[in-house]
């Protein structure tokens, strides 16, 4: 078996919800699958509310007084974990932190045991990050606690992926006719996954670029198949990168590469990295975002990461306002 | 469910123009005060206070808008929750004499949020409470300063104001629905 068809890309379910906000009853938080326009919509209105309050001197609100929140990390994270506990104890809720390698996992408890564990502690909602795509949804359905998908595998990260279109809608206004590249790790890249999802109601364009080997075999056909007609494939960076309103490098996961998908290092800086000369193909105005964390000098270079045009840190604070949103949105009671 | 008038434009003009003369008495002048309407209608009945004292007095006064959203004290049992809204106060409410405005006054428990989202804000000298209409039916010992109408309700009536900023026109309706515990205003 080749290693493209066992790291192929995953199957989405792409369910459309009926589009009002009535119909927001998202008990669970795994993909973007399932969220329809007007649900994103409201996910930013909300969160709009939520960036008033990081501004404050006192960033405490008493919403969510009295709930629990546990974020469970197999696989290490700074700003996923540290965005969603600071976004639950801005509204007030009580967190605990559990690093999976400290916790009885290590002593060969199962996913399910541990997660049972917790919500026999009465706590409200977990916030998981697992290695294995799924992890998740398998949680979901075993647990009645309301579960949040901080990234599994190279499946999805919904969170990120929503902090990303709140980012670009804040900083360009209507995303109406946008070109939207991402550029480098699509096979490994949870995040280009939630980002496909994520846009396709906004009638922008999204181009994946990247060596042949790191796009998932297939990728063309599931696009089709999920609808996900918004998206396109081209390997020439600068090609790519023409006219683009929106830049995305990813991180090259190089703890993902020692199968040799890429032939060298040097290579992929040469053919692939975001550089000032490479940037100036794009549209005047352009915006720079990354998910972090940075290989800087490898997929984006100093210059231009902090550069005037990079929104790398504003979606790290917007981060914390989407998850205040969601915790807010998935805490119980319909909206009205 | 039948409707009934109780305030047309030019009554909610009077009403709002004494109230100001009594927050200016009251407050021995228009120093040091400021404005904050609870969203939504209360913001634009607090940009009309402040704007007749303006003219009043000639003097500048802050206003600010209020989202009680967060505050509230139903948002996690399994009812209904509303759409957070940006609170916007510009400026530092600490030692100044803020008055909140609200359209209703009902049961309290928005004027209690409020309280509490105001204070997470600052420290203020004074808040007062200026509302359109009193309607009764209190559930918390929280009283107003300045009350534009008492309108005595019965718990399956509805009042609602509107205002032409958010609803194109300037009136005060009560509407009675047959049975049915009213929302909490």
Known sequence: MSMHETKSWPAGQ???????MESWNHKHILDLDDFSREEIDLVFEIADGMVEILARDVK???????????????????????SFELAAKYLGADTVSLDAAKSSVAKGESLIDSLRTLQALQVDTIIIRHPCSGAPYLAAKHLETKIINAGDGCHAHPSQGLLDIYTMRKQLGDLSGRKLVIIGDIMHSRVARSNLWGTRNFDIKVILC??????PYGLKQWTENCGLHHVSIEHDLDTA??????????????ERQQSGLISSMREYIRLYQVNDARLSRAKPGAIIM?????NEGIEINHDVAYGKRSLIEQQVTNGVAIRMALLYLIAGGKIR | MSEKILLNS??????????AHE????????RNIAFVGIKTRGVPLAQRLAKIIQTMEQVDIPVGSLDITLYRDDVSSLSFKHVVQQTNVPF???????ILVDDVFYTGRSIRAALDALIDLGRPETIQLAVLIDRGHRELPIRADFVGKNIPTARNEEIKVYVSEVDAVDKVAVMRQEGGKNEHA
């Not at chain 1, 792409?14 to 009002?20: Q, V």
């Not at chain 1, 405490?60 to 540290?82: C, D, H, Q």
């Not at chain 1, 990354?290 to 940075?294: E, N, V």
């Open chain 1, 14 to 20: 792409g369910t459309m919800l009926p589009a009002s």
């Open chain 1, 60 to 82: 405490k609100v008493p919403t969510l007084r009295g709930k629990t929140i546990a974020t469970m990390f197999f696989e290490p994270s700074t700003r996923t974990r540290a």
């Open chain 1, 210 to 215: 990247a060596p042949p080997a790191l796009i």
């Open chain 1, 241 to 254: 990168i023409e006219g683009a309103d929106i830049v995305m490098p990813l991180r090259l996961q190089k």
């Open chain 1, 290 to 294: 990354h998910p972090g964390p940075m």
């Open chain 2, 10 to 19: 030019s009554d909610i003009e009077r009403v709002l123009v004494r109230i």
């Open chain 2, 23 to 30: 927050i200016v008495e009251h407050n021995k002048g228009a």
């Open chain 2, 92 to 98: 530092d409410i600490t030692n100044k004499h803020v």
